[in-house]
């Protein structure tokens, strides 16, 4: 069965870091890129970072220089060190591979907040 599993997040103060998890099951990473997408209420889906099976890195310009995405494929997961973090970032974040879309998790939330 194909899954998605995120966690990490939480409630941190502007400024602070989270870092976020995503397990697969049911299929492998390794072969795939895969990205962590953020939603928040009255906002599209957004596609925040992404990497490649070879390892090459993409961000949005909101997050760039302070989000870091990276991957294990022994463990077949994928994480996004979160740093700098901004009110504008409370989002639930969840990832998934955008080639060809699995069904989604539940994400995990983000709240930045004083």
């Known amino acids: 069965q194909v899954q998605l599993v995120e966690s990490g997040g939480g409630l941190v103060q502007p400024g602070g870091s989270l870092r976020l998890s995503c397990a697969a099951s049911?299929?492998?990473?390794?072969?795939?890129?895969t990205g962590w997408y953020r939603q928040s209420p009255g906002n599209q889906r957004e596609l925040v970072a992404s990497?490649?099976?070879?390892?090459?890195?993409n961000y949005a310009d909101s997050v760039r220089g302070r989000f870091t995405i990276s991957r294990d494929n022994a463990k077949n997961m994928v994480y996004l060190q979160m740093n700098s973090l901004k009110p504008e970032d409370t989002a639930v974040y969840l990832c998934?591979?955008?080639?060809?879309?699995?069904?989604w998790g539940q994400g995990t939330q983000v709240t930045v907040s004083s």
């Open positions: 998934n591979t955008p080639s060809t879309l699995r069904p």
């Open positions: 990497i490649t099976s070879a390892g090459t890195t």
């Open positions: 049911g299929f492998t990473f390794s072969s795939m890129i």
